[in-house]
């Protein structure tokens, strides 16, 4: 499976944008999509996670309530609409595939958000 992630951008406090990440090659009904991020000087965080298959979903605490992912099977794509952004989402963000979500196999390369204060 390859992944390419899509949709980042400059966005002010408050403002929104959502991420893209299309996939070729087939995700199994029971794997994940999950988006993480690398904000500057800082470790990859788990961000969001969506089972393929649908319809389970969880969330980090820092996004739960501004952050949605969904996926599109049919064009086998996935999406993290992010709403209300504030300057802490700076960063890198990353779609993944995994079989869980401990464990996660295939990585796109990240598209930046910036949001300014």
């Known amino acids: 499976v390859q992944l390419q992630a899509s949709g980042g951008g400059v966005a002010q406090a408050g403002g929104s944008l959502r991420l893209s990440c299309a996939a070729s090659?087939?995700?199994?009904?029971?794997?994940?999509m999950g988006w993480f991020r690398r904000a500057p000087g800082k470790e990859r965080e788990f961000v969001a996670m969506?089972?393929?298959?649908?319809?389970?979903?969880s969330y980090s605490d820092s996004v739960k309530g501004r952050f949605t992912i969904s996926r599109d099977n049919a064009n086998n794509t996935g999406y993290l609409q992010m709403n209300s952004l504030a300057p802490e989402d700076t960063a890198v963000y990353y779609c993944?595939?995994?079989?869980?979500?401990?464990?996660?196999?295939?990585w796109g390369k990240g598209t930046l958000v910036t949001v300014s204060s």
């Open positions: 993944s595939v995994g079989s869980n979500w401990k464990r996660w196999m295939y």
């Open positions: 090659g087939r995700i199994l009904s029971t794997y994940y």
């Open positions: 969506i089972k393929w298959g649908g319809p389970n979903s």
